[in-house]
């Protein structure tokens, strides 16, 4: 099964306060890696993200991992000692998202904003802008533009290729109002989407090889992640 857990950023002023206690909590390399980001906002997620991604994988084996995450085959990091286990990390605004699988797995959080000028014509194929230009106005267009964005970069992080492939190579099929597919490309066999429900301002979506996915996602907080950490 995918599994999707989120957690929130803290202010700054709490973020400071957390500090020393997060970067205790981490690997020595993500915490020199954390002291070297210019925004505290940065900092925070990349910490997140790590303490959120090793909550999530106990969660869903029992065994917390030991030691730092491993980098494999796509640049990809992996659980050292866990086998059959995959997890992928997303973070926009203020939240932090982790998808942890049995299957390979992708997951793409972002903030809503203003519908790019010109992104939808470059990077969507025909039957995506189709979707997209019938919205009935710009708020709406602003969420099937955000809603097919993270559908096409959860499959793009699956598949371990990022920007590397491009995002009008492929078709996301919108099958209803919360199902999606993946067609036009052979890379696209295999791989099934989901649109999950997320706080207001954000869309939220995973893909991974194998299509049984938790309905919701899991909330977690700073502190409950610090708390697991120290047991």
């Not at 206690?21 to 890696?33: F, I, K, Y």
């Not at 940065?42 to 909550?55: F, T, V």
């Not at 299509?211 to 502190?223: G, L, M, S, V």
Request: contains cysteine; glycine residues 6%.
């Amino acid at each position: 099964m995918t599994r999707l857990f989120a957690c929130k950023l803290v202010n700054d002023n709490d973020f400071e306060l957390l500090k020393p206690a997060l970067l205790q909590s981490v690997p020595a390399s993500c915490a020199e890696r954390a002291r070297g980001f210019y925004h505290a906002a940065d900092a925070q997620r990349h910490l997140i993200g790590e303490l959120l991604a090793r909550y999530a994988i106990e969660q869903v084996t029992g065994t917390r991992p030991n030691g730092s995450f491993i980098v494999g085959e796509k640049g990809k990091p992996h659980p050292e000692g866990i086998n059959g286990m995959h997890f992928n990390v997303s973070h926009s605004g203020e939240w932090v998202v982790v998808a942890v699988s049995a299957y390979t797995v992708g997951v793409d959080v972002e903030r809503i904003r203003k519908v790019p000028d010109g992104v939808a014509e470059r990077f969507f194929s025909e039957p995506e802008k189709q979707w997209l230009f019938s919205s009935y106005d710009e708020s709406e267009k602003a969420h099937r533009f955000f809603t097919l964005w993270t559908l096409k970069e959860s499959f793009l992080k699956a598949i371990g290729k990022g920007l590397s492939k491009s995002l009008s190579s492929f078709t996301i099929i919108t099958n209803s109002s919360d199902s999606f597919s993946l067609v036009h490309d052979e890379e696209t066999t295999g791989f099934f989407l989901k649109a999950y429900p997320f706080v207001d301002g954000y869309k939220l979506a995973a893909c991974a090889a194998g299509n049984d996915f938790a309905e919701e996602t899991a909330y977690t907080d700073i502190r409950q992640l610090l708390k697991n950490a120290a047991l």
